[in-house]
Every structure is written in C-alpha cells, then in structure tokens.
C-alpha cells in the first residue's frame, strides 16, 4: 500500500527577534505584499470579534494594492513594510498619512498612524515596537509635531500598546466595517 504524503499539521512556529525580521520603507512594488498582509492581520485581529462577512468587506475596500500605491508614491505618507529577512515574506506594515479624523480639530502638523499591523505569530518579538519607532522616526522627518491614530475600543491589546507607547485618548468616532459601526478611540502623541 502507498504511502500518503502529508504536510504537518502543526502550528507556525512563533518567531522570536532573533529569527531575522527586517523594516524597510515600502514604495510601488510592495503594494500586492501589503495589501496581503494587511487583510491577513485584519483577520487575524477581528475574527470572533466582527462578523466574517463584515471582515470580508473592509479588506476588500480598504486593503486593495491601489491605496497602498498612492500611500506609498504620496510625499506625505510613509509605508513601512516588515518582513522576515530570508525570503523577505511580509509580516507587518505600517502606514502614516494626511489626518483623516472627522471627530478631532486637525492642525497642519499633524499626521495620522492610520495602520499598524503584524502577525499574531510576531507579536511579542519587538516587531510591533520597532515599526512604531520607525513610524514616529518618519513623523519628525516629515516635520510633524503629533501624531493620530484610531483604534477599535474593543482591541484592547493594541489600545494597551498604544497606551504604553505614549498616546493619550482625546476622542472618539464611529468608524463603519462592512455593515456594522464601530466605536474607535483616537489617540494623540505630542513629538
């Protein structure tokens, strides 16, 4: 009888820092890597806290490779791309850009951290932190003196990570996926 080839079934291994990630600015090129990283964070993040067909049709708006282009080609924003060094396979993203936060008075020196993802299986490796110091190294650079973001009140992990990197709530807004309306925080960073 003929043996069946079969791929193990166990978990990803998490990764550690020393397993070699890497941050590099994202341009054009990247946009099908972020796009699909992007919608797999979202997943991972929301699944059994939103409804499937809620998730299906936030990534398919917001995560589709065209946004992240323009973020990415636009001389006010800044992509930043994580990726494990050997094979340079995306696990994380982030992405600053022009405010666009109805609920709070802009000034012209703000900038909004308007993504900051990576996979469940980076988390407590540094990753997170590391492309939240690249994301404000790239504020200052851009000459903003305050950064926004916005954040689903029941994430309550990335509130704590924000909270732990500085920002402080200063609002709150309705922020719509798919069908249903969330309540979000905005959180402010003075630089």
Not at 165 to 174: A, D, I, M
């Amino acid at each position: 009888m003929p043996r069946s080839r079969s791929r193990s079934s166990s978990p990803p291994k998490k990764l550690s820092a020393d397993t070699g990630w890497r941050l590099k600015r994202a341009t054009a090129a990247d946009a099908a890597a972020l796009s699909l990283v992007a919608s797999a964070c979202f997943l991972e993040t929301f699944a059994g806290l939103l409804e499937g067909p809620d998730i299906v049709a936030h990534c398919a708006k917001a995560n589709h490779q065209d946004a992240f282009r323009d973020w990415a080609e636009a001389a006010d924003s800044r992509v930043v791309v994580a990726e494990i060094a050997s094979g340079g396979a995306p696990i994380g993203y982030s992405v600053l850009t022009t405010p666009d936060l109805p609920a709070i008075n802009i000034h012209p020196d703000d900038i909004e951290l308007r993504r900051i993802y990576t996979l469940s299986r980076t988390h407590g490796t540094g990753l997170g932190t590391a492309l939240m110091a690249q994301a404000l190294l790239d504020a200052r650079a851009l000459g903003r003196q305050r950064v926004l973001l916005g954040v689903y009140a029941g994430n309550e992990r990335a509130r704590a990570f924000y909270e732990k990197q500085g920002f402080e709530k200063v609002s709150e807004r309705q922020y719509q996926v798919g069908a249903t309306s969330c309540d979000d925080m905005i959180y402010a960073l003075q630089l």
